[in-house]
């Protein structure tokens, strides 16, 4: 399939290409190899049912995507959503910066071959993408010389060296035993706020931590740690789950994880409400009439965290009116 550039392929290799030229980076060539190593890996996670970085010594980005009914994904879509973390990186302090390996990887100049992968089951996606050389490269200079400022010129390239790049630097789009208890409460306290404050943007109340949700949240993430998988629990609630993991031990932050959901809001149409594939997380989090949260993190110690929020009364309720009258736009009022 990867020789033939078939139309999924050809949109990651294009997308990838017209961010590089803005940066400018040469274009990257599709790697036979580099595309098989990527599938096996594609196929894995899915059967898997949680994202994990390989152990290749190439760069790697990871993409997961998940619907409540089939459809068909782009193969730009992965590639704009990498790209979309350029907001987060200061270019006046150039280096590795957590919540911005998918998009120095994808402009990194010294890489020339990338190779993709794709698995789903038709409602859920991931995306692999291996590229060589590896970017995110953290020695002096490396930062600086390859991820270079939109409307750079592709002449002044760097040589340097290849070196296995450290895998925690690799980007993990989307994700056993808990974290300490004072962990724990940071967590909580701050991905509470984190939801309040996105809410307020969108005329929602606050939401009130609620020590039973919370109990149920932290045994479902238990739980989907201990069985190494991503499901929804379908009890009546409303439900949001996130997922990282990379060699990094570091929880992710509430507000990591709230700002990973909030970012489905690009593939929400205010003007046609209704539910979206890809953006239920956004819409659960911001939907007005949910009233209570049950927030829960789970961690195997190896450096894969599962996050869970349960939310009640459940929001996406795809009853006439309900997302007109419960996901308002930006500015809304309360």
């Not at 894995?44 to 993409?63: A, I, P, R």
């Not at 789970?298 to 795809?318: R, S």
Request: charge should be neutral.
């Amino acid at each position: 399939v990867c020789g033939l550039l078939d139309s999924f392929e050809s949109q990651f290799v294009d997308a990838h290409n017209d961010y590089r030229q803005k940066h400018g980076a040469p274009p990257l060539t599709l790697s036979s190899d580099l595309c098989i190593s990527a599938q096996k890996w594609a196929d894995h996670l899915l059967s898997s049912k949680c994202l994990e970085h390989s152990s290749t010594d190439h760069g790697e980005n990871l993409y997961y995507a998940s619907s409540s009914v089939p459809k068909e994904y782009n193969g730009k879509d992965a590639v704009d959503s990498w790209y979309s973390e350029i907001k987060d990186y200061h270019f006046d302090k150039p280096g590795f910066t957590p919540g911005t390996g998918h998009f120095t990887q994808v402009v990194w100049k010294d890489s020339r071959e990338v190779g993709v992968g794709i698995a789903t089951d038709g409602k859920t996606i991931i995306v692999v993408g291996q590229y060589h050389p590896a970017g995110n490269i953290s020695n002096a200079g490396y930062f600086e010389k390859n991820v270079l400022p939109p409307g750079s010129s592709t002449s002044d390239r760097p040589s340097s060296p290849v070196r296995k790049p450290d895998p925690s630097q690799k980007g993990t789009t989307h994700p056993e035993g808990k974290g300490s208890a004072s962990e724990l409460d940071t967590f909580v306290r701050d991905l509470l706020t984190s939801l309040n404050q996105y809410r307020s943007q969108h005329g929602a109340g606050r939401l009130e931590l609620s020590s039973a949700l919370t109990k149920e949240a932290q045994e479902w993430a238990d739980h989907l740690i201990s069985i190494n998988r991503l499901m929804n629990r379908n009890k009546g609630h409303g439900e949001n789950i996130f997922c990282l993991s990379g060699s990094s031990k570091t929880a992710p932050t509430g507000s990591y994880v709230a700002e990973s959901w909030y970012k489905e809001i690009e593939k929400y149409d205010f003007s046609s409400p209704g539910f979206k594939n890809g953006a239920g997380n956004f819409t659960q989090m911001v939907w007005k009439s949910s009233k209570q949260v049950g927030l829960g993190l789970a961690t195997n110690g190896l450096g894969k965290f599962i996050a869970v929020a349960f939310f009640d009364p459940a929001g996406n309720i795809n009853n006439t009116d309900y997302f007109h009258d419960n996901v308002k736009t930006k500015g809304s009022r309360m």
